[in-house]
């Protein structure tokens, strides 16, 4: 980092900063005429740092006096970085894995928990210390969920739908919800330089990647406030690192004029749950799922922070080519799929459960027709077997089980398609589904993103991914 002839009467030793521990050994074999090599961290001409590795070999004169001493440097900080990337990546995947496993069960867990609560609150009446009761179950249930997501974000499991989309518009929407949230001393410039570049990749994780950097921009400048600024631009990237193959990415940019962090924290801000932030502030998942999300796409995450001055994040994202390419992303946003007018036979014993599958069936798009009973399901189909699409039962009824109709409807109209929702608990074998001619087994309680999905699959006669 000298230049020729650049190194000419400086003292070595002043080529290091002064908390670089291993100088010392490096003086040591110096002043001792023993040979040395290793890796240290080292300062260029112009005061910058770099890594290197240095072998120290003494020249002695015919008494063994050291006279003169060769010393060979070589900039491996390209190597250094390399292997720190890899092995933090090794790190974040490990943790990933265990957290998942967790977030899954706790899923299964909390599933029936906020099912059930919304159930019953819908159940009792308002303005009950019953319903307050409730009530807050559900949120505190639903806080649970929230983090459960972050996790399962983080270790790349949760459900994952891709569209092609142009990055900026989903910016621009994010923009909006953004600026409704952020505090007032913070100011949002926004400057998008990728143009109609597009991406494959989720929106809904794509925007918490985005709502996630910018709260953490903001936290970073409290009090006073600042700027946040948000960039994008397209870039190629030649030489593949651990992380990031080479191509051409759409590069997401995050920079605020905050605290900045030192490189121990920089070290670990994308383990979950590591957070500096006082308790009840911050749990330390936000970066994990932002990390989490950026993997699954296929992408890399940057960061560069000077304390005291500010932070710059980068997220890489593959470009998924022009924006001709691209499909039009109006409407393909997590809509649920909708009826086309079928007829959907609803059989529940419990009126607010059969209730609310024929409304939300009804909101979809289908004609539903809903009964308290199998005999009654039984009676309204007999009488005309071809006026019902899709067969919707519950599995637990007094009388006949929602198996047992769907065999006794099937034996009548063999290709008619059967939904059976069961409650929590109680198990069915798959032979005897598959006997009664059971299409899918929806767990209760059932949710009307998962019932639309289910319900539309099995009418377009599709199996199971
Ligand atoms: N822009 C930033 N400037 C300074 N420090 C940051 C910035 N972004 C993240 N950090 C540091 O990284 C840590 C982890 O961030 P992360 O978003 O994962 O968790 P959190 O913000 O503490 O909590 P959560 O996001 O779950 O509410 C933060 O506690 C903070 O120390
Ligand atoms: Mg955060």
Not at 75 to 95: H, P, S
Not at 339 to 363: H, P
């Amino acid at each position: 980092g000298l230049g020729e002839e650049g190194g000419t009467g400086i003292n070595l030793f002043s080529l290091y900063p002064t908390d670089e521990p291993r100088v010392d050994e490096l003086r040591d074999a110096a002043e001792h005429g023993r040979v040395w090599s290793g890796r240290l961290r080292a300062l260029r001409a112009d005061g910058s740092g770099y890594h290197e590795e240095c072998a120290l070999s003494p020249v002695k004169g015919a008494g063994g006096e050291v006279h003169s001493l060769v010393v060979v440097k070589r900039d491996v900080t390209r190597e250094v970085e390399f292997e720190a990337r890899l092995a933090q990546n090794q790190k974040l995947e490990a943790l990933g894995t265990l957290a998942g496993g967790v977030a899954h069960d706790f899923n299964n867990v909390l599933t029936p928990i906020l099912g059930y609560a919304e159930l019953a609150l819908n159940q009792v009446e308002a303005n009950t210390r019953l319903h307050g009761n409730l009530s807050r179950i559900l949120r505190a249930a639903e806080r649970a969920k929230g983090l459960v997501d972050q996790i399962l974000a983080f270790s790349r499991q949760s459900e994952d739908t891709r569209v092609a989309l142009r990055f900026g518009e989903l910016l621009q929407e994010t923009e909006e919800l953004l600026r409704a949230s952020i505090p007032k001393r913070v100011r949002l410039a926004v400057r998008w330089d990728a143009g109609e570049d597009g991406v494959v990749g989720n929106p809904t994780q794509l925007q918490q990647v985005v709502m996630n950097l910018v709260t953490n921009a903001c936290h970073a400048m409290e009090p006073e406030g600042g700027t946040v600024e948000i960039g994008g631009e397209t870039v190629e990237v030649r030489e593949p690192e651990p992380d990031l193959a080479a191509g051409r990415y759409l590069v997401l940019r995050v920079t605020d004029e905050g605290c900045g962090m030192p490189p121990e924290v920089q070290a670990r801000i994308f383990e979950p749950f590591f957070t500096t932030k006082e308790v009840g502030k911050g749990t330390g998942l936000g970066l994990a799922a932002v990390h989490g999300i950026v993997k699954q796409h296929g992408g890399a995450i940057r960061v560069d922070s000077v304390v005291g001055r500010g932070t710059t994040f980068r997220v890489y994202l593959p470009l998924a080519g022009r924006a001709d390419r691209v499909e039009e992303r109006v409407g393909a946003r997590e809509t649920m799929p909708r009826g086309r007018g079928e007829r959907i036979l609803v059989v529940d014993d419990e009126i607010e459960v059969a209730d609310f599958l024929a409304q939300t069936l009804e909101t979809l798009g289908y004609r539903v027709e809903a009964v308290l009973s199998a005999e009654e399901a039984w009676q309204r189909f007999s009488r005309s077997p071809g006026a019902v699409d899709l067969l919707l039962t519950d599995q637990t009824m007094p009388g006949r089980t929602g198996l047992e109709l769907a065999r006794q409807c099937r034996e009548r109209r063999p290709d008619l398609p059967v939904v059976l929702c069961t409650g929590y608990a109680s198990a069915v074998a798959t032979e005897e589904l598959a006997a009664a001619g059971v299409a899918v087994l929806l767990a209760k309680p059932v949710s009307p993103r998962q019932l639309a999905a289910e319900v539309r699959r099995v009418l377009d006669g599709g199996k199971r991914p």
